[in-house]
């Protein structure tokens, strides 16, 4: 047992660590601008540590980190309110949908804070959070199906 949870463990860290290179190449290596946020690295812990939780499968992942940030956007460009009543709301608003909506993914309940501290555009949307969250999920298939031979999604 201990050998399999360092074998394991070694196995995330490592794939870890290659998806954040990639997106930190593509973020400071390239003109494509940024690939790299905070809760991407919480992602990588329950998709590749923990592939068989519900909140570690595609839709959840995708529609949990694309829904808060579209929440974050819509609250910081059409809520006249100062940061420290905007922040919590958007917050608080972005979790109720993904848990209404059945793609709760924890990490990406930071989104809306980083959106509204970023002061990001809807281009923000497109990349880091769509192409991140794609690449974030492509390492997760591979590491999952072809490499842990496990049935991913499930």
């Given at each position: 047992?201990?050998?399999?949870?360092?074998?394991?463990?070694?196995?995330?860290?490592?794939?870890?660590?290659?998806?954040?290179?990639v997106l930190t190449l593509l973020t400071y290596k390239t003109e494509f601008g940024v690939f790299l946020i905070t809760s991407f690295g919480s992602s990588m812990v329950l998709l590749y540590g923990y592939p068989d939780s519900p909140f570690s499968q595609p839709k959840n992942?995708?529609?949990?980190?694309?829904?808060?940030?579209?929440?974050?956007?819509?609250?910081s460009h059409f809520v006249p309110l100062p940061i420290y009543l905007l922040i919590p709301l958007a917050t608080g608003f972005g979790i109720t949908l993904m848990i209404l909506l059945n793609v709760v993914h924890p990490p990406a309940g930071a989104n809306a804070i980083i959106v509204i501290m970023g002061g990001v555009s809807v281009n923000y949307l497109v990349n880091p959070m769509l192409i991140g969250t794609l690449i974030i999920l492509f390492f997760g298939v591979i590491l999952n199906r072809l490499i842990l031979k496990k049935k991913y999604p499930l």
């Open positions: 047992m201990i050998k399999k949870n360092i074998t394991k463990s070694i196995i995330v860290g490592l794939f870890s660590s290659i998806t954040l290179g992942i995708f529609f949990g980190h694309m829904l808060v940030s579209v929440v974050g956007i819509i609250f």
